[in-house]
């Protein structure tokens, strides 16, 4: 069974940082483009972050450009997030994602989706 954990969520001050970790396990995912989307309260879902399968390119959403970094560990079937200065507007719950494709494609759709672990950014 192909599975996506998250770890890594809490609750930070303003202006702190955290560091989110995806744990894949069922099957290897170094070949496939894999990523981040958040769900805010009362919001869409959206689209935070992406990165190709060699971890050579990566994608970010504009409201976290600059102070999210997006990388993975192939040898390790994990991938991360790192997040710094965090704003309240950044509290949401993260999901893990992965893709068939190898590479990331604006617009496209995940495969494959994590459970979630809450994000909370205090003021």
């Known amino acids: 069974q192909v599975q996506l954990v998250e770890s890594g969520g809490g609750l930070v001050q303003a202006g702190g940082s955290l560091r989110l970790s995806c744990a894949a396990s069922g099957t290897s995912f170094s070949g496939h483009a894999m990523g981040w989307f958040r769900k805010a309260p009362g919001k869409e879902r959206e689209f935070v972050a992406a990165i190709n399968w060699s971890g050579s390119t990566a994608t970010y959403a504009d409201s976290v450009k600059g102070r999210f970094t997006i990388s993975r560990a192939n040898a390790k079937n994990t991938k991360y997030l790192q997040m710094n200065t965090l704003k309240p507007e950044d509290t949401a719950v993260y999901y893990c994602?992965?893709?068939?494709?190898?590479?990331?494609?604006?617009?496209?759709?995940?495969?494959?989706w994590g459970q979630g672990t809450q994000v909370t950014v205090a003021p």
């Open positions: 994602i992965a893709y068939t494709s190898s590479t990331y494609y604006s617009g496209s759709s995940p495969r494959w």
